[in-house]
């Protein structure tokens, strides 16, 4: 019997076989095969943190996407981590029971693999009811994010 060896001749990044893909949602414009990184200033307060941060939920990226601060278009990028997650303390049991939001954070990189181009926003409504709510956390000076 004979066998072929294939060699691929491309150098095109190829997506991991049952590699977990998580949301990030932004305004940032990223490409696929960008990485996602710490060190730059945070989608919700205007520092850099140590942290990057992702879902397992599409609502919950949905959610960053409108909040992100900035003028670009929102945009929500699949993405793999690289190293290990935990979850978001900032969310988990701080303000939902458990992770139903499936938020996580992570000091490594984020692999962008792809982008969610049709998904439906909130209402005017709600995104306004949304970051009047932070407003005020924020001139409460309860807006922290646990780092």
Same mark, same amino acid.
Do not use: C
């Given at each position: ?16 076989? %049952?590699?977990?893909?998580? %949301?990030? $949602? ?19 307060? /205007? ?11 599409? /609502? ?9 601060? @900035?003028? $670009? ?9 690289? $190293? ?11 303000? %939902? ?12 990189? %984020? ?21 009047? $709510? ?6 409460? @000076? ?6």
């Amino acid at each position: 019997m004979r066998t072929t060896d294939i060699v691929n001749e491309t150098k095109a990044p190829v997506q991991h076989a %049952f590699s977990q893909t998580f %949301f990030h $949602g932004t305004k940032e414009d990223l490409k696929i095969g960008d990485f996602i990184e710490t060190g730059f200033n945070s989608n919700f307060v /205007n520092r850099k943190l140590k942290h990057i941060y992702l879902s397992a939920t599409l /609502n919950a990226a949905i959610w960053g996407a409108e909040l992100a601060s @900035g003028d $670009g278009r929102e945009r929500i990028y699949l993405v793999e981590a690289t $190293g290990p997650l935990e979850d978001d303390p900032n969310v988990t049991d701080k303000r %939902f029971p458990g992770n139903p939001t499936m938020s996580y954070r992570s000091e490594h990189p %984020f692999k962008v693999v792809g982008e969610v181009t049709v998904w439906q926003r909130h209402s005017s409504e709600e995104i306004k009811a949304m970051k009047d $709510g932070l407003e005020r956390l924020k001139q409460q @000076g309860i807006m922290v994010i646990e780092e």
